[in-house]
C-alpha cells in the first residue's frame, strides 16, 4: 500500500500530466485542419496533403527504440522533458517554414515534432499505466485523453478559424504567416514545461521492474528472454495500430473529406471538432463504465463491432450523414488506446519500455493509412469509398478484444537469441 505522501506526488503528477495531454491535442489534432490548408494554398492532391500525417507519424515508427533505449538512460520524467524540448524546436521550424512558403520544411517542422512527441508518448503512456491497479489501467488514460480531446477541438476551432477563412488556391504570404504566431506560443509553453518537469519533485520516478504480477497469476517475466514471447504484447502492437488508423482518419480526415463533399470551408472546418466531442464522450463513458460496469477488454471488442457498422453506413449515406456517421466513430475509437495499452502490457514486467515503444510504434498507422486512403480516394475518384480501409482495422480489433489480449504463450513457442 503507497504512503499517503507519496499518493499526493501521483496525484499531483497525473494533474500535470492531464495538461499535458491538453497541449498534445491541441498539437496533434490541428493536422486534420493542416491538411485541408496546405491542400488549398499549396494546390495538392489527396495523396500529397496527407504527407501531413504521413510526416507526423513516421517519427513514431523511426524513434520508438531509441526513445526505450534513450528511457533506460534517463529514466522516466527526464525523457518527459527532453521530448518537450524536441516538441519546442518542431513548432520553431514552422516560422523559416511559413517565411519561404515551402510545404517540404513544414514537414520537417511536423517531423520533428513527432520525434518529440514519440519520446513523451513512449514515457508517459507506461508512467500513467503503472500508477495503479491495471484493471483501472484504461479508467487512467481515459481521463489524459480526455483532455487530449478538449486541447483538441480548442486548437481546431482556433487554427480553422485562422487558417480556413479565404485562402486563396495560389501560395500567399499572408496566410502563411498566420502560422506563425500559434507556433511560436506553443514552442515557447513546450519549452517552459520541458524545464518545469525537469526540476519539479512532484514527478515520482515509477520503476517497472517493481510491478507484481504474481497476485493476477502470471508468469514473471524473468523467464523469458525477449519482449516478443508475450503474444498478447505483439498482437497488442497490431491492435494498436488498426486503432491508430481507425482515429487518426476519424479526426484528419472529416475536414477534407467534407470540403470534397461540397461543403464550404466555414462549415467543414468545424467537422473535425465534431469527431472530437464524440471522442470526449466516450471517454466519459469509458471513465465512469470501466472496471464497475464492465470490462476494458468487453468494451474494446463492443467498439470495434460498432464501429464496422458506423463505417458501412458512412459509405452509403448522403453527404452530411456520412460526416455525421464518421464524427461518430470518434466515440466508438475513444476507448481503443486506453483499453489496449494495459491488455498488452499486462504481464511483461522488466519488458515495460521496450514493450511500451512498440506500441508507440504502431502509431506509424497515421503515417500509412490516411497516405493510402488518399492514393484509394484519387485513384478511384471517390473519397467516400475510399473509407472501406477503415473495415480490416475494425475487425482485427474485434479478435484482440475477444481473444488476442488472452494469449500469454505461443502455441509453438519460439527461440530467440
Not at 461540397?262 to 464524440?278: D, H, Q
Not at 471517390?382 to 488472452?406: D, E, F
Request: glycine share 10%; with cysteine; net charge positive.
Amino acid at each position: 500500500m503507497r504512503e499517503p505522501h507519496y499518493q499526493k506526488e501521483i496525484n499531483r503528477a497525473l494533474f500535470i500530466i492531464a495538461f499535458l495531454f491538453f497541449i498534445f491535442g491541441f498539437l496533434t489534432w490541428v493536422n486534420g485542419t493542416l491538411i485541408a490548408f496546405f491542400k488549398k494554398t499549396f494546390d495538392l492532391s489527396h495523396f500529397s496533403s496527407y504527407l501531413v500525417t504521413f510526416a507526423y507519424y513516421l517519427s513514431y515508427t523511426i524513434m520508438a527504440i531509441p526513445s526505450s533505449m534513450l528511457l533506460k538512460k534517463v529514466g522516466f520524467k527526464n525523457g518527459m522533458s527532453i521530448g518537450l524540448f524536441v516538441m519546442a524546436l518542431g513548432c520553431v521550424i514552422f516560422i523559416p517554414a511559413a517565411k519561404i512558403a515551402s510545404y517540404p520544411t513544414f514537414l520537417i517542422g511536423l517531423f520533428t515534432t513527432g520525434i518529440g512527441l514519440t519520446l513523451l508518448q513512449t514515457a508517459v503512456n507506461p508512467y500513467v499505466t503503472l500508477m495503479g491497479p491495471h484493471e483501472s489501467g484504461a479508467k487512467r488514460i481515459s481521463f489524459m485523453g480526455f483532455s487530449n480531446k478538449i486541447g483538441g477541438i480548442i486548437g481546431q476551432v482556433i487554427l480553422g478559424s485562422l487558417l480556413l477563412h479565404g485562402a486563396s488556391t495560389v501560395v500567399q504570404q499572408d496566410e502563411l504567416d498566420k502560422i506563425i504566431i500559434p507556433y511560436l506560443i506553443l514552442g515557447a509553453l513546450f519549452l517552459v514545461l520541458s524545464y518545469v518537469i525537469k526540476k519539479n519533485e512532484w514527478f515520482p520516478e515509477l520503476d517497472e521492474d517493481d510491478v507484481d504480477d504474481s497476485d493476477r497469476g502470471i508468469e514473471n517475466s524473468d523467464n523469458r528472454k525477449s519482449v516478443f514471447q508475450y503474444p498478447n504484447l505483439v498482437l497488442g502492437v497490431l491492435a494498436l495500430f488498426c486503432a491508430g488508423a481507425a482515429e487518426v482518419m476519424a479526426i484528419d480526415s472529416i475536414i477534407s473529406y467534407g470540403m470534397s463533399m461540397g461543403f464550404p470551408e466555414a462549415r467543414a472546418k468545424l467537422f473535425g471538432s465534431y469527431t472530437l466531442v464524440a471522442m470526449m464522450l466516450g471517454y466519459i463513458s469509458g471513465m465512469i463504465l470501466i472496471p464497475k460496469y464492465i470490462k476494458q477488454e468487453r468494451y474494446l471488442q463492443y467498439g470495434a463491432i460498432i464501429g464496422t457498422l458506423l463505417t458501412i453506413l458512412a459509405i452509403y449515406s448522403g453527404a452530411f450523414t456520412s460526416v455525421i456517421f464518421i464524427a461518430l466513430l470518434g466515440f466508438v475509437n475513444a476507448l481503443f488506446w486506453p483499453a489496449i495499452w494495459p491488455l498488452a502490457l499486462d504481464g511483461i514486467g522488466r519488458f515495460t519500455k521496450i514493450g511500451s515503444a512498440l506500441l508507440v510504434m504502431s502509431v506509424c498507422a497515421g503515417a500509412i493509412v490516411p497516405m493510402l486512403y488518399g492514393y484509394i480516394a484519387d485513384k478511384i475518384g471517390s473519397v467516400q469509398k475510399a473509407y472501406w480501409i477503415l473495415i480490416p482495422c475494425y475487425l482485427y480489433i474485434v479478435y484482440y478484444a475477444s481473444h488476442g489480449y488472452k494469449l500469454r504463450k505461443w502455441r509453438k513457442e519460439k527461440h530467440y537469441g
